[in-house]
Each structure stands twice: as C-alpha cells, then as structure tokens.
C-alpha cells in the first residue's frame, strides 16, 4: 500500500532523514520506534505532503505523494492524526469531527461515520455537545483520531497517540488501534512507547538520528537485545 524509497527530508537545514526505505501492506499495523529528535515525526510530515524539502519516493497505491499539495493528500485515502492532538478548542466534539470529513462533506453515509466513531469512542457520544477546549488530554486525543477516521482512510498515521496520557487512558488507545486496524484501515504508527507499539504491530522500524537502523516483525524486535535495552527498559 505505501513504498517508501530513498527519502531524504529537512527543513531547510541539516537532513533529518536520510535515504529511508519503508514498506506498510494493506491490512497491517506498522510501528515506528525512536528517540526525540530520531525523525519519527518528519516520516509522517513527509507522507502527508507537510515537509517542502523531501526527496526520494513515497508511493501510496501507486500514486506518488512527493510533490503533491498536504490537502489533496486525503483525498487519496490517507488520515493524519498529528502529534499535540490539535483540536479545535472552541468547537464541539461533533464539530470537530465533521472537519475530518470537510472534503467529502457532501457524502451520504456521514451519520454513519459518525455512528462508527461513537462506537469506537463511547465517551465521545457521551460528550458529543461539549467544547473540545475543556476535555481530558485523553478525549482530545479519542476526537483526533475520530477527526481523522471521519475521512473514511485507507491508512491511518498516528505520532505519538500515547504521549502525556494516563496509563488507563493508554490502554483504552491501544484496544482503539487494534479495533481499527480489525475494521480493514492499515496503520503506520509512531511511538516512543515501545510497549504499546510492539503489542499492537505487525512489523516495525527503528530510526535512529534519521536512518532505519532496524527492521522486522514486532516479535523480532521485542526479542531484541538492543531493542530490549534502549526501548522496552529491560
């Protein structure tokens, strides 16, 4: 579903990847590991058309990305659901969401859509006329990532979904990813909680200082010495 070859991305300084190479197939979860600083974030910001200096090949279903306008990007089946959550904080859950699906606002199965993020999210139901301003991180992050499967996506890109957050609330994420991924959405995921990644994904990739140093299946990885040490805190 998405080849990634030879990218190359700064933002007008020194490279913060260089000559990646990464692979997601339809149908699976895709964890990315790494520290601050690694280039976990400039992956995603480079998928999504968010980073001017990219060079290399993103192909997403045989449509090449570099190049491409950020909002004609979901368009072609791709949610972003970015670092910082990034709500509109004066708008209502429900509005929030509907934002997600601005491009395609004129589609007759929006109430479903609707229906299915409040199923995956029942506290969003819940809290469906409250400003998003004044909700936990945690329901922030839940409207996020509804906002970004109101676009109806083939691929899901999720930065750091468990950052900042509860425990409780994190495992209530981690049943979240694995109940997309169930309903036919692949997923790359970023994050520094390797726990969390390692247990939901398929494979994996480790960047370090914006190389992948590192790949194979999330059982391979967990087993991993190095891994196990910088990441998994044993």
């Given at each position: 579903?998405?080849?990634?070859?030879?990218?190359?991305?700064?933002?007008?300084?020194?490279?913060?990847?260089?000559?990646?190479?990464?692979?997601?197939?339809?149908?699976?979860?895709?964890?990315?590991?790494?520290a601050n600083t690694a280039g976990k974030t400039t992956l995603l910001r480079s998928?999504?058309?968010?980073?001017?200096?990219?060079?290399?090949?993103?192909?997403?279903?045989?449509?090449?990305?570099?190049?491409?306008?950020?909002h004609t990007i979901p368009a072609l089946g791709i949610g972003h659901v970015p670092?910082?959550?990034?709500?509109?904080?004066?708008?209502?859950?429900?509005?929030?969401?509907?934002?997600?699906?601005?491009?395609?606002?004129?589609?007759?199965?929006?109430?479903?859509?609707?229906?299915?993020?409040?199923?995956?999210?029942?506290?969003?139901?819940?809290?469906?006329?409250?400003?998003?301003?004044?909700?936990?991180?945690?329901?922030?992050?839940?409207?996020?990532?509804?906002?970004?499967?109101?676009?109806?996506?083939?691929?899901?890109?999720?930065?750091?979904?468990?950052?900042?957050?509860?425990?409780?609330?994190?495992?209530?994420?981690?049943?979240?990813?694995?109940?997309?991924?169930?309903?036919?959405?692949?997923?790359?995921?970023?994050?520094?909680?390797?726990?969390?990644?390692?247990?939901?994904?398929?494979?994996?990739?480790?960047?370090?200082?914006?190389?992948?140093?590192?790949?194979?299946?999330?059982?391979?990885?967990?087993?991993?010495?190095?891994?196990?040490?910088?990441?998994?805190?044993?």
């Open positions: 579903m998405l080849e990634i070859r030879g990218l190359s991305a700064s933002y007008g300084g020194p490279n913060v990847l260089e000559d990646v190479a990464l692979d997601v197939a339809r149908g699976e979860t895709v964890a990315v590991l790494g998928i999504s058309g968010l980073v001017a200096k990219a060079r290399g090949s993103i192909v997403f279903e045989g449509e090449s990305l570099l190049g491409r306008l950020a670092e910082g959550r990034h709500v509109f904080p004066r708008m209502s859950t429900t509005d929030n969401l509907m934002m997600g699906a601005y491009g395609d606002r004129r589609s007759r199965d929006l109430a479903a859509r609707m229906d299915r993020v409040f199923a995956l999210f029942p506290r969003l139901a819940e809290r469906r006329t409250q400003m998003a301003g004044s909700m936990s991180g945690g329901e922030q992050q839940m409207v996020s990532i509804g906002r970004a499967l109101m676009g109806n996506p083939k691929l899901m890109l999720l930065d750091e979904p468990s950052h900042g957050l509860a425990p409780i609330v994190v495992e209530e994420l981690h049943a979240a990813i694995g109940a997309i991924n169930k309903q036919g959405v692949s997923v790359l995921l970023v994050e520094q909680n390797a726990v969390l990644a390692l247990s939901v994904a398929h494979r994996g990739y480790v960047l370090e200082a914006g190389h992948v140093v590192l790949s194979g299946s999330a059982q391979d990885l967990q087993a991993d010495p190095g891994v196990r040490r910088a990441y998994l805190g044993v």
